[in-house]
């Protein structure tokens, strides 16, 4: 190819305008290109319609005619000669347009203009030809040259390109204002957060005040009516909705957000409904156990727990949280087992077990992935085995894991605390015992001794 042409076509290729989003600005560049490069009058952007039996003029540069808005269509109908030849999607190279075979039904409109060559080159995006870069020649012995031919097909392609760009700034601007309106609820949810931590602060200070059993429970039922709403959407707030909302806006930022990525978050937005749905009714549940327990002469945390049944009811509001890697959670015991134990401290340990299996023993989706909860009786309480057939722990790992900030996943934000506060809460507030066993490739089991308490 000419230097000329190629020095044209590096410059249109660098140019801001081509993926700066604005395809008007980007087609007005092609177009004064085509008219430098081929030194012609007249050139065009010519695309089809809902269908490809009619095109309409996008854009139209004329040396002869400054109105550049000119808007002119033609149809199958008019020129079926001209559309067959499209419809093969292959460059019309006509030095006489008058006698060419694709072109001669246009005599009308090339004489109106002038025109006596016309060179069309197919404009495709995704794969599709979506019309036509039309340049026409004013001069009647003009022949377009091979280099000419293979300078306007690149255009097109440079055209395409723009166009994506201009989708891509398109989708862009939509997930912005999708963006505001979710900041616009995380805020509100927020503030509802802020409330609910407001009262729970209250009731706390002034259960800390009560000594008689009579005054908790008034004092639990007004904790049941203030927190049981507010603490439904701080987990949906807290727990899923920003943290899927920080990993949009950062695919956004980067600048690598996906159709699949925009559906994969619609999906978790659902999952994150039927997780606030299992927790609201857990909540209930757990207030209501909590009024009963408050006619009691010790304190309410500490009960007669059911392992199995708790244990069961607990599994129910944590499998959304391992839904997206398929991961199956079954529990077995060997017997109808009681412990008497913090049920919340019991909980806020299996729960993190379960989160750091997601984070750390599965690392993608799998039908056969399982978690196996067995709880066996002792003589001092209960045994609760927790045991994953994920990827295991090589000695290193195992020897550490317990320590306060030791992570192995640090860069993509874990901070080394989940199996640290287990480990705090089996060993001080149980006053238990945690061990831990794995063979890299073939999972990892914690033991839990969890006695009972006097």
């Known amino acids: 190819m000419q230097e000329r042409l190629e020095n044209i076509l590096l410059d249109v290729s660098k140019s801001p305008d081509i993926d700066g989003g604005q395809l008007d600005k980007a087609t007005q560049t092609i177009l004064s290109a085509a008219m430098e490069g081929l030194q012609i009058t007249r050139v065009g952007v010519w695309l089809f319609g809902n269908n490809t039996t009619a095109m309409h003029s996008e854009l139209i540069f004329d040396q002869h005619d400054s109105d550049t808005s000119q808007q002119l269509s033609i149809s199958e109908t008019d020129y079926s000669d001209y559309?067959?030849?499209?419809?093969k999607e292959r460059t019309i190279i006509a030095n006489d347009a008058a006698t060419h075979p694709a072109t001669h039904e246009l005599k009308i409109y090339m004489q109106q203009f002038g025109i006596y060559g016309m060179l069309d080159v197919p404009l495709r995006h995704k794969g599709e030809m979506i019309g036509v870069l039309c340049c026409e020649s004013r001069?009647?012995?003009r022949k377009w040259s091979e280099d000419e031919v293979a300078f306007a097909g690149i255009l097109a392609d440079i055209y395409g390109r723009a166009m994506s760009a201009s989708e891509r700034d398109q989708f862009e601007q939509m997930l912005l204002r999708q963006n505001e309106q979710l900041e616009a609820i995380v805020?509100?949810?927020?503030?509802?957060?802020r409330e609910?931590?407001?009262?729970?602060?209250?009731a706390q200070e002034r259960l800390i005040e009560t000594e008689k059993m009579a005054a908790l429970g008034k004092l639990?039922?007004?904790?049941?009516?203030?927190?049981?709403?507010?603490?439904?959407?701080?987990?949906t707030a807290t727990t899923h909705c920003e943290?899927?909302?920080k990993k949009l806006k950062t695919a956004f930022e980067d600048g690598s957000i996906s159709r699949k990525q925009l559906a994969t978050f619609i999906d978790d937005t659902f999952d994150a409904y039927t997780l606030l749905s299992s927790n609201l009714e857990r909540a209930a549940t757990l207030i209501q156990n909590f009024k009963k327990t408050a006619v009691d002469q010790s304190s309410f945390e500490l009960v007669n727990c059911p392992l199995a049944d708790y244990l069961n009811a607990l599994v129910i509001s944590l499998k959304p949280m391992v839904k997206k890697k398929k991961v199956s959670i079954a529990i077995q015991s060997e017997a109808d087992i009681k412990v008497k134990t913090?049920?919340?401290?019991?909980?806020?340990?299996?729960?993190?077990?379960?989160?750091?299996?997601h984070d750390h023993a599965f690392t993608e989706p799998d039908d056969a992935h399982q978690i196996l909860i067995t709880i066996q009786p002792h003589e001092d309480g209960a045994v609760i085995r927790f045991k994953d057939n994920g990827k295991g722990m090589d000695n290193e790992t195992r020897k550490s894991i317990f320590e306060p900030f030791y992570t192995t996943a640090r860069d993509t934000g874990g901070s080394?605390?989940?199996?640290?506060?287990?480990?705090?809460l089996v060993t001080r507030k149980l006053k238990g015992q945690i061990d831990v066993q794995s063979t890299p490739g073939e999972g990892s089991e914690f033991i839990l001794l969890i006695p009972n308490l006097s």
């Open 342 to 357: 913090y049920q919340g401290a019991l909980a806020q340990i299996i729960t993190n077990l379960v989160s750091n299996c």
């Open 187 to 193: 805020e509100q949810r927020t503030q509802s957060l």
């Open 83 to 87: 559309f067959d030849a499209l419809r």
């Open 243 to 245: 943290h899927r909302l």
């Open 416 to 424: 080394g605390l989940g199996l640290s506060i287990v480990y705090n």
């Open 196 to 202: 609910a931590l407001d009262n729970f602060k209250q």
């Open 139 to 141: 001069k009647s012995e």
């Open 220 to 235: 639990v039922a007004g904790v049941a009516h203030e927190v049981n709403t507010p603490l439904g959407i701080s987990v």
